[in-house]
C-alpha cells in the first residue's frame, strides 16, 4: 500500500510539475496597422507535446504598450489578414479570412471546413463575423470606390463536405461602413 502511495504521488507530482511548466510561445508574424499606432503579433502557444494550447491576434499599442487580445479556436487556421483602409469614406478595417468552424464535427478544423469572413477594428476591441458558419468563402475583393466587400462561396446543400452541382452558390454583398449584409445574389 505504500509503495501504491508513494508511486501514485511521485507520478502526480511529476505530471502536474510538466503541464504548463514549458509551454511555447510561437509569434507568427508582426503585421502594422497602418494610419494607427498599434502592431497585430499573431501567437501561438504550444504545450510540451506540441499542441497548440492557445492562438490569438495580440493587438499592441506602439505609443504606450497597452495589448487587447482576439481570441480564435486553438485549431482554427488564419489564411489572410488584410488592412481596408479608405480614408474618403472613412474606413479602416482588417479582413480576415480563416477556418475558425468544425463544421463536419470531426474532432477539429480541417482543410474541407468553411473559410469565414470576420471583421477586425484597427484596435481589436470590435470583432465582427460576416460569414455565415456554413458558408464557404471562395474569394473576396473590396471596391474601394463604395466602400463594399463582394464575396461569392456557396452552402453545402447536401452536407457531403464536397464542392459539387447540388451545392448553392452565392455572392454576397456587405457594406463596411455597417458590416450589414446588403444583397445576396
Do not use: C
Given at each position: ?136 468563402v471562395r474569394t473576396w475583393v473590396v471596391n474601394k470606390l463604395t466602400g463594399n466587400l463582394v464575396i461569392t462561396g456557396h452552402y453545402d446543400t447536401n452536407q457531403n463536405n ?24
Amino acid at each position: 500500500m505504500r509503495k501504491t502511495l508513494f508511486f501514485a504521488f511521485t507520478v502526480l507530482t511529476l505530471l502536474t510539475y510538466g503541464q504548463d511548466k514549458y509551454n511555447y510561445v510561437h509569434f507568427n508574424k508582426l503585421t502594422e496597422v497602418v494610419g494607427t499606432e498599434f502592431v497585430i503579433a499573431s501567437i501561438e502557444n504550444w504545450g510540451k507535446m506540441l499542441e497548440t494550447k492557445s492562438k490569438y491576434f495580440l493587438f499592441i499599442n506602439s505609443k504606450n504598450g497597452e495589448t487587447k487580445q482576439v481570441d480564435f479556436p486553438t485549431d482554427s487556421r488564419t489564411e489572410m489578414i488584410e488592412q481596408i483602409k479608405i480614408d474618403s469614406l472613412g474606413i479602416n478595417l482588417l479582413i480576415v479570412s480563416a477556418k475558425i468552424v468544425d463544421l463536419d464535427g470531426k474532432g477539429g478544423i480541417e482543410w474541407n471546413d468553411p473559410t469565414q469572413i470576420i471583421v477586425l477594428s484597427p484596435d481589436g476591441i470590435e470583432k465582427t463575423q460576416l460569414t455565415d458558419d456554413k458558408f464557404f468563402v471562395r474569394t473576396w475583393v473590396v471596391n474601394k470606390l463604395t466602400g463594399n466587400l463582394v464575396i461569392t462561396g456557396h452552402y453545402d446543400t447536401n452536407q457531403n463536405n464536397q464542392y459539387d452541382k447540388t451545392d448553392k452558390n452565392e455572392i454576397l454583398v456587405y457594406g463596411l461602413k455597417t458590416l450589414k449584409l446588403i444583397s445576396k445574389i
